[in-house]
T-cell receptor
């Protein structure tokens, strides 16, 4: 079946602009995660959804970052007033109830000029 | 705060060698530990998952061990091949099966013919 998909694959924006990154999890997966990976680093956790609600948003760096999952499937990560330090690869993962493995998408590479 | 360290940061070996990648973590209260592979510009692929109650897992030429009390895991790759060239990431899961993953910075492996 289809894996986790993320759009766009690349996004270039200017400092101060607003961006939205989309994640389509594997069908039927109730858990969805967002991570951010800077160059040469491992992924860092941002937020975790169980169904429609954010079960853990402790990794969001500040209030410019927000994520939603209104129908319990597709999720959107929203970044306001982007800064150059936001440049990174944003990874989405999903998992199903009772399964521990997280399945990752290919990521969205965000570049803030 | 959980911290995950991977040694070495980079490794270059000739084809056919057996090799060991190391991962250490500071808090032994983990639910599980996963090893991932990441190819350039791609997402993460789960290789092996070890539950906290397990000591090792094997898949083909890969064997991962876990010593929770000492905060260590190793990934053993037998008879390495050029196709094994990638970055290998270790990640620990927190207190429950859907908890976020804490990643190390990875080991970049190159296997040359």
């Amino acid at each position: 079946g289809a894996g986790v998909s993320q759009t766009p694959s690349n996004k270039v924006t200017e400092k101060g602009k607003y961006v939205e990154l989309r994640c389509d999890p594997i069908s039927g997966h109730t858990a969805l995660y967002w991570y951010r990976q800077s160059l040469g680093q491992g992924p860092e956790f941002l937020i975790y959804f169980q169904g429609t609600g954010a079960a853990d948003d402790s990794g969001l760096p500040n209030d410019r970052f927000f994520a939603v999952r209104p129908e319990g499937s597709v999720s959107t990560l929203k970044i306001q007033r982007t800064e150059r330090g936001d440049s990174a690869v944003y990874l989405c993962a999903s998992s199903s109830t009772g399964e521990d493995t997280q399945y990752f998408g290919p990521g969205t590479r965000l570049t803030v000029l | 705060k959980q911290e995950v360290t991977q040694i070495p940061a980079a490794l270059s070996v000739p084809e056919g060698e057996n090799l060991v990648l190391n991962c250490s973590f500071t808090d032994s209260a983990i639910y599980n530990l996963q090893w991932f592979r990441q190819d350039p510009g791609k997402g993460l692929t789960s290789l092996l998952l070890i539950q906290s109650s397990q000591r090792e897992q094997t898949s083909g030429r890969l064997n991962a061990s876990l010593d929770k009390s000492s905060g260590r895991s190793t990934l053993y790759i037998a008879a390495s091949q050029p196709g094994d060239s990638a970055t290998y990431l270790c990640a620990v899961g927190g207190f429950y099966n859907t908890d976020k993953l804490i990643f190390g910075t990875g080991t970049r492996l190159q296997v040359f013919p």
